[in-house]
Nanobody, 120 residues
Framework: QVQVVESGGGLVQPGGSLRLSCVAS????????MGWFQQTPGNERELVAL???????NYADSVKGRFTISRDNSKNTVYLQMNGLKPEDPAVYFC??????????????WGQGTQVTVSS
């Protein structure tokens, strides 16, 4: 019913920047919070940044001042601008959206993830 697709990952040098994008599509009635999570091998998925329906944001301490989350409600899209990337930032980044559909309960939908690699 709802598809979530991330893009924008890749290889970047330390100190570089990337912009991740995530588009939600399908039979969507409303989108509430949208967020980005990171996961490294053997570890649990962790919150990176979250933005609510009116633009309020929340960040992990490790990315404050470097990453910026934003959304375009007209496009059902959330972005993560990643600046000053560090060697500890590499991970698979997942997008999650809190959605109600035309028929069905409110729930979270996840994308497949996009890989971010930081290397010189």
């Amino acid at each position: 019913q709802v598809q979530v697709v991330e893009s924008g990952g890749g290889l970047v040098q330390p100190g570089g920047s990337l912009r991740l994008s995530c588009v939600a599509s399908g039979n969507i009635a409303s989108i509430y919070a949208m967020g980005w999570f990171q996961q490294t091998p053997g570890n649990e998925r962790e919150l990176v940044a979250l933005i609510d329906s009116i633009g309020g944001t929340n960040y992990a301490d490790s990315v404050k001042g470097r990453f910026t989350i934003s959304r375009d409600n007209s496009k059902n899209t959330v972005y993560l601008q990643m600046n000053g990337l560090k060697p500890e930032d590499p991970a698979v980044y997942f997008c999650c959206v809190d959605v109600t559909v035309s028929v069905g309960p409110r729930r979270n939908y996840w994308g497949q993830g996009t890989q971010v690699t930081v290397s010189s």
